[in-house]
């Protein structure tokens, strides 16, 4: 829903998303409904206030949003959950108006500069961030029993992709890593998946139905806003089951390969063209929406890049 700075960016002509889910969210005047709807925090949405935030989730509600995924609930050193952080005013609006929430637990900021990694390193850096995750939700929880949010689940904010997929050793050890983790929440837990175009389609798929359990949500990203081609990206969604979410990408990137990531809301017309499925549909993100017009910034007013 799912998305991210670093090694994806560069990648794929630095594309600014990390992690993306599937149910249903709307991104423009209402032509898309959606019942969960992203919201990537970043530090530069500080300034709006509980009665702003409350104006744009009112909005989003009116266009079908249900419930928001906060992308992550620390990224780096920055923590969105203490009371007066920088998600303070967005916090409070949710508990008052008692907004299912979906809580994004620990990113780094690093990461897509290490998921190269292969063998051991691979296993300790996997390990090493589920274990900071599960600090972050802990801090939730402190939270939590102060302001009675309305927890629907966990979001992991590390996207699998086909550097995941390639051995199928680690894909074995992801399941079990992954289910182990699943199972000591209470809630469910969900985790984004990206299509690179590098692994065969049946193989890809054949990974992720692996790691697939019943406490673990799949949440697969469409990749419809990059300006960079994959030609099996369409193929691998026709044949996803239908039991995994699609995250809904509802921007359009207008930025050069070379320059920092800008981007669009789509427009009706291209929200039409996105496929129709079985799938579950959870659309990226709150900021390209109607709702948050002037409100959330598309580009950092300052600074001009997209820092958390």
């Keep these: ?24 969210l709307g991104s423009l005047a209402g032509s898309v409904r959606a019942d ?39 990224h780096g050193e920055v923590a969105f959950y203490a009371e007066t952080g920088p998600a303070a005013a967005l916090l409070a609006a949710v508990e008052q108006m008692k907004l299912p929430l979906w809580l994004g637990l620990y990113a780094d900021p690093l990461y897509f500069q290490t998921i190269t990694a292969t063998g051991t390193d691979k296993k300790k850096y996997f390990k090493q961030q589920l274990n900071l995750s599960l600090e972050v939700r802990r801090k939730w929880l402190g939270y939590i029993a102060r302001h009675p949010l ?3 689940g966990w979001y992991f904010p590390m996207e699998l992709n086909d550097t995941d997929f390639t051995d199928a050793a680690y894909v074995h050890w992801l399941r079990a890593e992954l289910k182990r983790i699943a199972q000591v929440l209470e809630e469910p837990l969900a985790i ?5 175009d590098v692994v065969p389609v049946k193989d890809w798929l054949a990974a ?6 019943s406490k673990l949500q799949l949440w697969v990203q469409d990749g419809y806003g990059v300006t960079q081609a994959q030609s099996n990206r369409a193929l ?16 359009k990137q207008v930025s050069a390969p070379d320059e920092i990531f800008r981007a669009r809301p789509l427009t009706p017309e291209e929200q039409q063209q996105q496929s129709r499925s079985c799938h579950p549909r ?8 109607p709702a948050a017009e002037g ?8 600074k001009a890049e997209l820092n958390p």
Excluded at 236 to 251: D, G, K, N, R, Y
């Design 1 to 24: 829903m799912a998305v991210s700075i670093g090694w994806r960016l560069k990648r794929r002509t630095q594309r600014l998303i990390f992690a993306i889910a599937v149910s249903a």
């Design 236 to 251: 691998l969604l026709t044949q996803l089951p239908c039991s995994f979410s699609v995250i809904a990408e509802q921007f």
């Design 150 to 152: 309305q927890l629907q």
């Design 192 to 196: 984004s998946l990206y299509y690179h």
């Design 282 to 289: 959870i659309l990226f993100e709150l900021r390209y929406m």
């Design 295 to 302: 409100l959330l910034p598309l580009t950092d007013p300052i």
């Design 36 to 74: 969960i709807v992203f919201y990537q925090p970043l530090v530069r949405d500080q300034h709006l206030t509980t009665a702003q935030w409350q104006q744009i989730l009112t909005s989003a509600q009116q266009q079908g949003m249900t419930a928001l995924a906060l992308q992550w609930g620390q």
């Design 208 to 213: 992720a139905e692996q790691i697939a359990e």
